[in-house]
Each structure stands twice: as structure tokens, then as C-alpha cells.
């Protein structure tokens, strides 16, 4: 097999920005309905994925590689979420469970003593409907659960995408011995004694991964869309 050619880092650049044009576009037919929980948690995937991609461009301005691969992992994490989620069409479970998760959160800084003086601002403060919410689901706790990536990726008969996408790109979001190396030339400008490896690959995937949450927000979404023909 040859080995894979990619494109320039300016093709993608203009790449990306069409991507984010499209899903622009997209958000505003979104803002033009009224959305109910399960098509404003999709509308969210579409706005953080683009804005994720975005910053991939930015860090590799300033030549932190790793970074991006940190982004991308959460890219391709929040695949996994959105087509585990659409499949099983538990956008509630999920939208309950991370408003449980979140006020559990705060709950143990309002128990902390050493800390508890923190809680101001808009912020810690809660509605009369969220005080009832959080009540509620006290009593009955949300049992939606994160998908595994590797069952995700199983599941959607793409493993390649655990193996060299997600799980790869983790020995980047864990602390390794080698981290900082290439950071440490950046930074000093002292020579290596060879030339660092491409991580072009990375920004290919990136928009692949991001084009592919965007697919299945439309798929999901309860909307129905036309297609362009030229």
C-alpha cells in the first residue's frame, strides 16, 4: 500500500473554513425553530466541534503540536458521544445527567469549608425550575452512562477510528516522558539533532472527524434537510 499523501496545511485551512461557513448556516436554521432538549444538544455538538476545529488552526500557529492532538481527541470523543447518544435516542438521559453531574459538582465546593466562600456570581445561583429539577433527580438518579469509545467505534463497524484516532491520540492527553520535546526547540530555538516528524495527519483527521459529527447532527436532528444540486 503507498504510503498516504496529504494536503497542504492552506488547503485545509480554506477546507476548514468552508466547514465553518456550512455549519454557521446550519446553526442558524436551528435558531430559526424552536428547539426542544434533544435538537439543542445536537446544535451544541455542531457549535463545539466547529469552534474546536478553528482552534486547531490557531495552535498550530504557535507550533503546539500536542495541543492539537489534544483537541482532536476531544473532537472524535464527542463523535463517539453524539452517535452513541443518536442511536439510542437518550438526548434526555443525557441532558439530565449532565445537569445532575454539574450541580453535584457544585454541591461539594457549598460543602467544603476551605472553599465554600467562593460560590458567587450568576454562576452557583439557581432557578425556582432548576432547584426543582435538581430535586427531583436526587430522588430518582440519572443512570446514563458515558459510551466506551472502543464499543462506539465497535459498534459503528470503524474500529480504526479507537485504534489510530481516539486511543492514539490519548498518549497526547496523558502525561508521557518524551512530552515537551519538541516544545523545549520551539522555545529555545536550539537545533535538533533531526528534523521532527509532519503532524499534518492530525489536521486531516481533525476535519474528517468534524464532518462527520456534523453529518450525524443532521441525521439525528428532528429537522429535515434539502439537498444542494449544482
Known amino acids: 500500500m503507498e504510503p498516504k499523501t496529504y494536503q497542504t496545511l492552506e488547503t485545509y485551512k480554506e477546507v476548514a473554513d468552508s466547514l465553518y461557513a456550512v455549519s454557521g ?4 436554521c436551528f435558531a430559526n425553530h424552536n428547539c426542544d432538549t434533544k435538537n439543542i444538544i445536537i446544535r451544541n455538538f455542531i457549535s463545539r466541534s466547529s469552534i474546536s476545529l478553528k482552534s ?20 472524535i470523543d464527542r463523535m463517539f458521544h ?37 460560590i458567587v456570581g450568576e454562576r452557583y445561583e439557581l432557578s425556582i425550575e432548576q432547584k426543582n429539577r435538581i430535586k427531583k433527580l436526587e430522588k430518582e438518579k440519572p443512570q446514563w452512562r458515558r459510551p466506551k469509545p472502543e464499543n462506539v467505534a465497535k459498534n459503528m463497524d470503524m474500529m480504526f477510528l479507537y485504534n489510530h484516532g481516539y486511543d492514539y491520540a490519548s498518549t497526547h492527553v496523558h502525561p508521557m516522558s518524551d512530552d515537551g520535546l519538541q516544545d523545549f526547540h520551539t522555545i529555545t530555538k536550539l537545533e535538533f ?38
Open 25 to 28: 448556516i446550519i446553526l442558524f
Open 193 to 230: 539533532y533531526r528534523e521532527f516528524p509532519s503532524q499534518i495527519d492530525v489536521v486531516h483527521n481533525s476535519i474528517i472527524s468534524t464532518l462527520m459529527i456534523l453529518q450525524d447532527a443532521l441525521n439525528y436532528s428532528s429537522f429535515q434537510w434539502r439537498s444542494i444540486h449544482r
Open 56 to 75: 486547531i488552526f490557531a495552535l498550530w500557529e504557535i507550533n503546539d503540536f500536542q495541543s492539537v492532538w489534544i483537541i482532536y481527541r476531544s473532537i
Open 82 to 118: 453524539l452517535n452513541d447518544i443518536g442511536e439510542k435516542d437518550t438526548f434526555t438521559e443525557f441532558d439530565d445527567w449532565s445537569f445532575f453531574e454539574k450541580i453535584k459538582s457544585q454541591n461539594k465546593l457549598r460543602s467544603d469549608n476551605e472553599f465554600k466562600h467562593n
